[in-house]
Nanobody
Framework: VQFVESGGGLVQAGGPLRLSCDAS???????MGWFRQAPGKEREHVAG??????????SDSVKGRFIISRNNAKDKDTVFLHMNSLNPEDTAVYYC?????????WGQGTQVTVSS
């Protein structure tokens, strides 16, 4: 399995952004999560979603602003992170992975930069 994150970019504070995570393999059987790592900080868990997509959890820093969702389609599995009301503290490289994460599945991530 390989995860490929996309959708990052430069956005002004208060703006939205949607991240996507595509899997080259079969991920419908995994709980999935989004994680982020800001410069000089450890990687942290941002949001998680269970196998059927009916249960989600969020870190306190993003609760009420971010929404995680998934599309377990037959031929392509995608996990999304809908980010709203972004602020400069959300600037980081964002990664998707199983939740809890699997070391071998970390991808390159996608950079999100929020300007003030």
């Amino acid at each position: 399995v390989q995860f490929v994150e996309s959708g990052g970019g430069l956005v002004q504070a208060g703006g939205p952004l949607r991240l996507s995570c595509d899997a080259s393999g079969y991920l419908s059987g995994f709980a999935m999560g989004w994680f982020r790592q800001a410069p000089g900080k450890e990687r942290e868990h941002v949001a998680g979603i269970n196998v059927n997509g009916l249960s989600t959890d969020y870190s306190d820093s993003v609760k009420g602003r971010f929404i995680i969702s998934r599309n377990n389609a037959k031929d392509k599995d995608t996990v999304f992170l809908h980010m709203n009301s972004l602020n400069p503290e959300d600037t980081a490289v964002y990664y998707c992975n199983t939740d809890p994460p699997t070391y071998a599945y970390w991808g390159q991530g996608t950079q999100v930069t929020v300007s003030s």
